[in-house]
């Protein structure tokens, strides 16, 4: 660890001074500011004039602390110290990067030419002496970004600045600094910690959102299945990650996270998921590779899969904004419900193409976002969808027109269970009826498949019908697709032996190998059966403004606690689903659903011996194609507080996550 003096802006790094072979390449370094862990991004962001050293500069050598202001960031008060601290002061507030010890080491203020001699040589800054240099603004060196940065002294090359934090939820597999072209390579930094990986962030202020870049700076994390150029899945199994390091990093970055790179997101690691994107069971399924910690309640309380690291790490960190998941059966909207965040799956095929991507089930697959931000939610949606976005001008309009009737779902509205969760849940539906001007009608899903069902399927009920068609689709389809090819290129490498693959990925990948030819195809028949059905009897498409014949509200989670240690009960065929669930309609009918955040209730935790917070979720639904319908009406019902804006932390109100107390990281 390299060390930053207390009462000097120089990185003492004399190992950069000396004379080295050229086959050492600088990977940048992790440095401490005071009491805070930064890196020295690697990639030159521009020069700019060395000032004459002092003495203590001549003594240290090395990288100084050095802060950019850009003309448009002060106007015409670029010699007035009190706007010019006013400015930065804003920034601390506003930047989690930038601090005082930036001042220390020059400020380089964009200037008109013409008032560039006029500029005071020193000012008391943030209560900081600090150095002054004009730079006229017609010199390359005015081109940098307004922030701070890490100056080489000897050749004036200056370099971003990025802060560094512990992944104390695990949720990161891996941590990756973004390139200038997109690509982005292993953050080769560390800060003290144990057993967790640290994550880099670069500073806001380097960014400025615009139409063609709405999502500058905004920092993402990526589920490690996606394809990022430069850098290595490992679908959360070690054999896999291993057996094919030899091929190298993706040499092409999946369509999907392309869309955010090109908005301007930026990519801070890659996060943890149930292994393969199967639906791991904590204490049975986490062998392979240790899953992530929810930070909500006590902190043991699972955080669901497969997108298990982007639920808990958008819940956890309020460095992190967004997270790309993908959701087959469940796999974005349940980490987000336990979680207490915003999250979608978009309808079957709306949001782009799955190139690029380990898949679970092609049939059912769909990328998926989570978000503690409404506003900045519906953003990212926009990019991900593209012209197919088309529900939500103006997000909010005058007039906009909503469907009509809205079902509460038979036995997937859980009244009754506590006053506190009655109460979040009359609210919301009180609030969409205010909003949307729709009637509330009950839907009892299996009475009306009774009366409804295509004649062809028999007197079978909706869940005998659907009883393993989740589990045939999934399991034959990723074992045709991935595991297959995986253990034969394992057996050939490794004398015949088979790789270990966790229990819920390896139970289905054999159960797939013991089913009949005809199992599949009847699986496939029944899908695109129940869609038809549904498509035509509960959400229907309306083709007008109204977008879709009705919504449909349910509710899988309401605060009570699923503990990571919990055994899987005997007698479960394992990883094998059984039973349609209300989880499992979007994804059989490919139509859109989104989790939002509706509060928390107190609940005893058998390990605080306290009763702590946790999350209440509701989903709504809508017709195919009515996806940005679903944003809209989410951002209205959070304006009228019946969907909460969740804080990080270890509740929806951001209060101190308990077991990073008790790490000492508060």
């Known amino acids: 660890m390299l060390n930053l003096a207390r009462n000097s802006p120089w990185a003492i790094l004399g190992l950069f001074g000396l004379a080295v072979s050229a086959s050492v390449v600088f990977n940048g370094a992790s440095v401490q500011v005071d009491d805070r862990y930064f890196f020295i991004d690697p990639h030159v962001a521009g020069e700019l004039p060395v000032p004459p050293p002092t003495t203590a500069a001549a003594l240290a050598g090395g990288f100084a602390g050095v802060t950019v202001v850009q003309k448009q960031h002060h106007g015409d008060g670029a010699g007035d110290v009190a706007s010019l601290d006013t400015l930065l002061r804003g920034w601390a507030e506003l930047d989690d990067v930038f601090q005082a010890s930036f001042l220390e080491g020059g400020v380089y203020t964009v200037v008109d030419v013409s008032s560039a001699e006029m500029l005071p040589t020193s000012m008391q800054l943030l209560n900081t002496t600090a150095q002054v240099h004009a730079l006229p603004n017609n010199t390359s060196a005015a081109s940098l970004p307004s922030g701070p940065y890490f100056l080489d002294v000897r050749t004036g090359q200056a370099h971003r600045v990025l802060r560094l934090y512990d992944d104390f939820t695990n949720s990161f597999t891996g941590s990756l600094l973004q390139n200038p072209d997109g690509s982005v390579r292993t953050l080769s930094a560390q800060r003290p910690t144990a057993a967790t990986l640290t994550i880099g962030v670069p500073s806001r202020l380097y960014f400025t959102r615009s139409p063609a870049r709405p999502l500058a700076g905004v920092r993402l994390g990526v589920k490690d299945l996606f394809c990022v150029r430069g850098a290595r899945r490992s679908n959360g199994n070690r054999a896999w990650y291993h057996l094919y390091s030899a091929d190298g990093p993706c040499s092409a970055t999946a369509p999907t996270v392309q869309r955010l790179v090109d908005a301007g997101a930026i990519i801070v690691g890659y996060q943890a998921l149930a292994q393969f994107a199967n639906g791991d069971l904590y204490a049975a399924d986490a062998v392979d590779m240790l899953l992530p910690f929810n930070p909500r309640g006590d902190g043991y309380s699972v955080p669901q899969g497969s997108s298990s690291g982007a639920g808990a790490a958008v819940a956890a960190y309020p460095w992190l904004d967004l997270a790309l998941g993908s959701d087959t059966g469940g796999s974005v909207r349940m980490p987000a419900q336990v979680a207490g965040l915003f999250g979608n799956r978009p309808t079957t095929g709306l949001a782009g193409s799955l190139e690029g991507v380990t898949p679970l089930s092609p049939t059912l697959d769909t990328p998926g976002l989570l ?78 498949w009774r009366s409804t069902r295509p004649g062809e399927v028999g007197d079978v009920t909706l869940a005998a019908y659907l009883n393993t068609t989740y589990a045939t689709l999934v399991a034959t389809e990723q074992w045709e697709l991935v595991g297959r090819k995986f253990f034969a290129d394992y057996a050939q490498k490794h004398d015949g032996r088979k790789p270990y693959v966790n229990p819920s990925a390896d139970g289905r990948w054999s159960w797939a190998q013991t089913l009949p030819t005809s199992a599949y195809p009847a699986a496939k028949r029944q899908q695109e059966t129940f869609s038809t059905w549904f498509r035509q009897h509960v959400l229907a498409a309306t083709g007008d403004a109204r977008c879709s014949s009705s919504l449909l509200l349910y509710s899988d989670y309401y605060g009570v606690p699923e503990l990571r240690m919990t055994l899987r009960a005997s007698g479960l065929p394992i990883g094998l689903p059984i039973g349609p669930g209300t989880v499992y309609y979007a994804p059989f009918s490919g139509t859109p659903d989104v989790a939002l955040p509706l509060g928390e209730v107190r609940s005893s935790s058998n390990v605080t011996g306290r009763e702590e917070p946790l999350p209440v979720s509701a989903d709504v639904m809508a017709a195919r194609g009515c996806d940005a319908l679903l944003t809209r009406l989410a951002v209205e019902l959070a304006r009228k507080g019946a969907v909460k804006v969740p804080r990080p932390g270890g509740s929806l109100d951001g209060a101190e996550v308990l077991f990073r107390r008790e790490m000492g990281l508060l």
């Open 371 to 448: 978000a503690r931000d409404p506003a900045l939610w519906d953003e990212a949606q926009r990019v991900l969808y593209g012209s197919n976005y088309t529900m939500a001008e103006p997000l909010v309009a005058e007039g906009a027109d909503y469907p009509k009737t809205i079902y509460v779902l038979e036995g997937g509205w859980p009244r009754g269970k506590r006053p506190a969760v009655d109460a979040m849940l009359d609210a919301v539906v009180a609030a969409a009826v205010e909003v949307t001007g729709a009637k509330v009608e009950t839907l009892d899903l299996e009475a009306l």
